[in-house]
Nanobody, 114 residues
Framework: QVQLVESGGGLVQAGGSLRLSCAAS????????MGWYRQAPSKQRELVAT???????NFADSVKGRFTISRDNAKNTVILQMNSLKPEDTAIYYC????????WGQGTQVTVFY
C-alpha cells in the first residue's frame, strides 16, 4: 500500500500562483508515474499533469503553459507549480501514482476567485 499526502492547496485570486506538493510513502523510483488529477463539482475527475520516473511530462491542454510538474525522487515527492490561475481551475486536486496498481491521495482543495 502506498500513501500519498498532498499539501499546498488554498484560496487564491485569479492570476495568482499555488504550489502543490505530494509526498509518497515509498521510494519514488518505484512509482512509474506520479502526477495530479482534479475534480470540479459535478464534473468527472480529469488529468492535470503527470511525469514518469524518467522525467517525461504530460499536461492537459487547459493547463499547458501555466502549470509545471517536477519530481524529486530523492524526497519521494512530486510538485505541481500552478501559475496564472483561473476560476475554472477551482477543483479538488488529487495526487496520483502508479506502480503495478494506481494509488490516490486524499485530495486538496484549490479555489480561484476573481
Amino acid at each position: 500500500q502506498v500513501q500519498l499526502v498532498e499539501s499546498g492547496g488554498g484560496l487564491v485570486q485569479a492570476g495568482g500562483s499555488l504550489r502543490l506538493s505530494c509526498a509518497a510513502s515509498i521510494s519514488a523510483l518505484s512509482l512509474n508515474v506520479m502526477g495530479w488529477y482534479r475534480q470540479a463539482p459535478s464534473k468527472q475527475r480529469e488529468l492535470v499533469a503527470t511525469m514518469t520516473t524518467g522525467g517525461v511530462a504530460n499536461f492537459a491542454d487547459s493547463v499547458k503553459g501555466r502549470f509545471t510538474i517536477s519530481r524529486d525522487n530523492a524526497k519521494n515527492t512530486v510538485i505541481l507549480q500552478m501559475n496564472s490561475l483561473k476560476p475554472e481551475d477551482t477543483a479538488i486536486y488529487y495526487c496520483h501514482a502508479i506502480t503495478t496498481y494506481p494509488f490516490w491521495g486524499q485530495g486538496t482543495q484549490v479555489t480561484v476567485f476573481y
